[in-house]
């Protein structure tokens, strides 16, 4: 199993472009979920997922949209990107659907904002 | 929503001696409150868990205890080794499955 598979590793966008983080794991996980981390902030949840066809805001969602076609997928989408969004995204997913599971996180995605 | 608060945000101790980190959470019915570790440039990782019918649970070196009167948590690490050094966060996960991360622990063991 390859786990859960971020894409890209890394990105530079401008201001005001749009671009999409993919997410994808092969362990047929119904719990999956972003995160971003920022210096002394912790991982702040962005969006979430108990299954496909099944999405929820986390406590940072604006800015961000998400979707969940599929089990093994949850593309993340910057709209509009602003320098506020540069941080390092992670993907994460769990077995257990509620959440109440080991959360097996991707290597990560660092995304700069000009 | 669920609030997580984690301290200290550093700690320092001696190869050997024991580490303790502590958090409070805001939500009652928040049910699972698991740990997980980040060494520089990795990925987290899950370090122990413990869910809320349970007071304590032991995992080799490492302990989490859970009071939820007062809604609190704390991971012990005891005989401390280099190999301990990294981030550490702590989590509780609310009953509309929401995952909330403390802000973290940066735990430097000096040899």
């Known amino acids: 199993n390859a786990g859960v598979t971020q894409t890209p590793k890394f990105q530079v966008l401008k201001t005001g472009q749009s671009m999409t983080l993919q997410c994808a794991q092969d362990?047929?996980?119904?719990?999956m979920s972003w995160y971003r981390q920022d210096p002394g902030m912790g991982l702040r949840l962005i969006h979430y997922s108990v299954g496909a066809g099944i999405t929820d805001q986390g406590e940072v969602p604006n800015g961000y949209n998400v979707s969940r076609s599929t089990t093994e997928d949850f593309p993340l989408r910057l709209l509009s990107a602003a320098p506020s969004q540069t941080s390092v995204y992670f993907c994460?997913?769990?077995?257990?659907?509620?959440?109440?599971?080991?959360?097996?996180f991707g290597e990560g995605s660092r995304l700069t904002v000009l | 929503g669920e609030n997580v608060e984690q301290h200290p945000s550093t700690l320092s101790v001696q190869e050997g001696d024991s580490a303790v980190i502590k958090c409070t959470y805001s939500?009652?019915?928040?049910?699972?409150f698991p740990w997980y570790k980040q060494e520089l440039g990795k990925r987290p990782q899950l370090i122990i868990d413990?869910?809320?019918?349970?007071g304590e649970k032991k995992d080799q070196r490492i302990a989490v205890t859970l009071n939820k009167t007062a809604k609190h948590f704390s991971l012990h690490i005891t005989e401390t080794q280099p190999e301990d050094s990294a981030v550490y966060f702590c989590?509780?996960?609310?009953?509309?499955?929401?995952?909330?991360f403390g802000a973290g622990t940066t735990v430097t063991v000096r040899a």
């Open positions: 989590a509780a996960l609310s009953n509309d499955y929401k995952l909330s």
């Open positions: 994460a997913s769990s077995y257990e659907g509620r959440g109440t599971g080991e959360l097996f």
């Open positions: 413990i869910r809320s019918n349970v």
């Open positions: 939500d009652s019915a928040s049910n699972y």
């Open positions: 362990m047929n996980h119904e719990y």
